[in-house]
């Protein structure tokens, strides 16, 4: 507002304008498809191309590419077009944001794609790695108002989400002993931890599609 907060919290990161604190940031692999859930728009198919080109801000090479980066491969087209909105909208803010941060501090990025966590809602369509899906695993509470006991798949992740956030919250590094080391955020390699049954580091999550995006 330019008195309590002088500057937009973004543009404060990106000038360096940030405390020296560890950070702990990521994305989910479906983020858009929890609001695909709780919208009543439904994209017809054969207007799918047009939506995603107006997304883009218009026709042209980056509308394009973006409706290169989102094929519908026989998928709901109000699923795809909501993959694209959460990829544009949150998980290459988040990636941005473990760029930004990762030059000022230790960060500690991760990739959550566990498929089958709990929603309140039923739906006619996979969820995915949804948006805030890891939430649950990190504070012990299922996603389900009327069965609230973790199965035995969703405990493993709660067995290993939780000591990696408990960790990290106690020493400012999410480090366990047993399970893999979580590397700090090198924007060169672009590395993240893999949160799901098997738990690995790797890189590049979502460097394809946020590349478009930030071309735009």
């Known amino acids: 507002d330019g008195d309590v907060m002088p500057l937009e919290v973004g543009a404060a990161i990106r000038a360096g304008n940030m ?8 994305f989910t692999k479906n983020e858009g498809r929890v609001f695909a859930a709780l919208s009543d728009m439904v994209v017809a198919e054969e207007d799918y191309e047009d939506m995603l080109t107006e997304l883009a801000g218009g026709p042209g090479a980056g509308a394009d590419a973006v409706i290169a980066a989102y094929p519908l491969n026989g998928e709901d087209p109000t699923v795809r ?27 500690y990025q991760y990739f959550y794609t566990y498929p089958n966590a709990a ?3 039923p739906t006619d369509f996979d969820l995915g790695a949804y948006h805030a899906a890891e939430v649950q695993f990190v504070f012990g509470y299922r996603a389900n108002a009327f069965i609230r006991r ?14 990696y956030w408990g960790s990290f919250v106690r020493d400012g590094r999410p480090r366990v002993p047993g399970l893999p080391e979580w590397p700090k955020y090198d924007a060169a390699e672009d590395n993240h931890l893999v949160l799901d049954l098997t738990v690995v580091t790797g890189t590049g999550a979502a460097a394809a599609q946020c590349e478009v995006w930030d071309s735009l």
Do not use: H, W
Request: hydrophobic share 40%; net charge negative; with cysteine.
């Open 19 to 26: 405390a020296d604190v560890p950070v702990l940031v990521g």
């Open 81 to 107: 077009y909501f993959d694209a909105i959460g990829d544009q909208l949150l998980t290459c803010a988040a990636r941005s944001s473990a760029i930004a941060m990762g030059e000022q501090t230790d960060a």
């Open 119 to 121: 929603f309140q809602l």
């Open 150 to 163: 973790f199965n035995d798949e969703e405990q493993r992740i709660y067995d290993t989400v939780r000591p």
